[in-house]
């Protein structure tokens, strides 16, 4: 399938100005979102969200009287409803469709009194959209999703957390921070797709068989082309004030700075504290981050797996182990000392020599590390992966969009629907 993809049906959009595909506001392809088609709701003030005035499923009845659904979806009055409560279906009919036991044909007929319900257009059989997917068993409506993920996607790379999703909806800490599990799945959902792309990227521009100049100048031998870039960061990092005025003698590197000393960690029932994240990063392009407990090679390298054999791989040399793997990779040495030591102890090229840097995973994680402080203050490090997830598949969204994703991500399980089907 991959780009020739043909998606099933169009959505004409509620604010009755034809967009095209309703995914391109997802893509950033579209100039309604360049205008800014999002909105956000405070106490005090509101702001439109399309062009025309908010209408959506009971919006137009007031707080009193109703259905539950109505009474919420009343509180926001200045939102268009229908425009997200149709993205989220579109989103969930592209990722996640549904099939007629009977017909083998797709469910795609809605269902006008209850919005998470479709059926088959033949034999009228009935299923759930949300059923087995992220949304699985959502008690709140529809539209609710998709206003998250649009959020998300303007807020980046500054995270959206559960306190301002229930600041934004008026709803429950729990609801808010299933609601946010539920983004941080589907989203995680994406990643192997987004990967299958990035290594067609490196094979097209690269081939199988490439390798750089063993000397020289890189720059402009690489000029235009991704190259991964790699490097490990330490997140909420476990200072002598959290072990308990203890020094941390066990650990060293940046292992010490996630891990309590023994007998505090014995004391306070838990040992790490901090997340240390891998990141390989393309100028320009994706980003892919991960949790890892150190930086071993056995621990670091099946993160590299994905990508062809002899992928132009920059780093520092924190990962020496690559160059028995990779003939095409290269490091940069951080610690260089200088020609002249009256001039300076470091050495003027210790960050780019040659064209070798890796500068862009450097860059990411100075992004990840301020924009991760200001959103969340912390998270557990148990729950780190699915943090990592949203922020990479959120980048990878702006990078290739959600319909070239989407293509991808059929054009994988395509082999399964057809033996299922």
Not at 98 to 125: H, M, Q, W
Not at 206 to 233: A, S, Y
Not at 359 to 381: D, L
Not at 389 to 405: H, M, P, T, W
Request: charged share 25%; proline share 5%.
């Amino acid at each position: 399938m991959g780009q020739n993809c043909v998606h099933r049906y169009s959505l004409e959009s509620p604010t009755e100005q034809n967009p095209g595909d309703i995914l391109d506001f997802i893509g950033f392809a579209s100039p309604q979102m360049r205008r800014g088609v999002q909105g956000w709701v405070g106490k005090d003030r509101t702001r439109h969200a399309g062009a025309g005035q908010g209408s959506g499923s009971g919006a137009s009845q007031g707080s009193k009287g109703g259905s539950a659904k109505a009474r919420f979806n009343g509180r926001f009055p200045e939102l268009n409803l229908d425009f997200y409560t149709a993205l989220t279906k579109r989103i969930l009919s592209e990722l996640y469709p549904k099939y007629c036991p009977g017909c083998k044909t797709l469910l795609d007929r809605d269902i006008s009194t209850r919005e998470t319900a479709v059926r088959c257009g033949d034999c009228n059989y009935q299923g759930s959209r949300t059923a087995y997917t992220p949304l699985h068993h959502l008690k709140i409506p529809l539209w609710t999703f998709s206003y998250v993920l649009m959020e998300a996607l303007q807020r980046f790379p500054l995270g959206l957390s559960g306190l301002e999703i229930q600041r934004r909806l008026g709803v429950s800490k729990a609801t808010a921070t299933l609601l946010k599990r539920r983004l941080q799945l589907f989203l995680s959902e994406m990643l192997p797709a987004v990967k299958t792309l990035l290594r067609k990227d490196i094979e097209q521009a690269w081939g199988k068989e490439e390798r750089l100049p063993e000397q020289g100048n890189l720059k402009d031998f690489v000029k235009d082309r991704p190259v991964v870039h790699t490097d490990c960061l330490a997140l909420f990092s476990a200072t002598q004030r959290a072990n308990a005025g203890r020094s941390r003698y066990k650990h060293t590197g940046q292992t010490a700075s996630i891990y309590l000393s023994d007998r505090v960690a014995e004391e306070r029932g838990k040992y790490q504290v901090g997340t240390l994240c891998s990141t390989l990063a393309v100028k320009k392009g994706p980003v892919l981050l991960s949790s890892v407990p150190d930086q071993k090679q056995k621990t670091l390298q099946p993160l590299f797996d994905f990508l062809p054999p002899h992928t132009p791989l920059f780093a520092d040399e924190g990962t020496p182990w690559f160059t028995r793997y990779n003939s095409n990779f290269r490091a940069v040495n951080h610690t260089a000392r200088a020609k002249n030591r009256k001039r300076s102890v470091w050495a003027k090229n210790r960050w780019s020599r040659d064209g070798v840097s890796n500068n862009t995973a450097e860059g990411t994680q100075r992004i990840v590390k301020h924009s991760f402080i200001a959103s969340y203050s912390y998270f557990a490090p148990e729950n780190s992966t699915l943090y990592l997830n949203e922020f990479s598949a959120l980048k990878a969204l702006r990078v290739y969009g959600l319909r070239r994703i989407s293509c991808e991500t059929h054009a994988t399980l395509g082999n399964l629907v057809t033996r299922l089907f």
